[in-house]
């Protein structure tokens, strides 16, 4: 994990490790929630703390990210989140960024984060 910016954000509910993170309310950027797919605006993945409901939580925002796989990835694919803010090979819609090593479902691989759209 070579991290190059990370912020804190406000969690209104709990937030586990190594997950990829979204904004909640897109009315107030500074609340984020555990993201639920492909659709979401995408913003980051947690720190190794995460954070309790109505706590902070550190999101590395940019550089390789320690990030918790929810399905097979090879190294340089693009990965995005499933329902439970994992990263998964993604075909479509947003993506958080590109899978520096390969894995397999619940192992932690560093991803390098660049947020954009397929």
């Not at 991290?3 to 897109?26: K, L, M, Q, T």
């Not at 090879?74 to 803010?85: H, L, N």
Request: net charge negative; hydrophobic share 45%.
């Amino acid at each position: 994990m070579i991290p190059i910016f990370i912020r804190a954000y406000h969690a209104p509910g709990e937030i586990r490790s190594n997950r990829i993170v979204a904004f909640s309310d897109a009315a107030n950027g500074n609340d984020i929630a555990e993201a639920t797919g492909a659709s979401d605006v995408l913003i980051g993945v947690s720190d190794r703390m995460g954070a309790a409901a109505g706590g902070m939580c550190d999101v590395h925002r940019l550089g390789l990210a320690a990030t918790l796989l929810g399905g097979a990835v090879s190294a340089g694919d693009p990965v995005s989140a499933d329902a439970e803010g994992r990263a998964v090979k993604a075909t479509t819609g947003r993506i958080i960024g590109y899978a520096d090593e390969p894995g397999a479902e619940g192992d932690i691989i560093d991803v390098w984060l660049v947020q954009t759209s397929l």
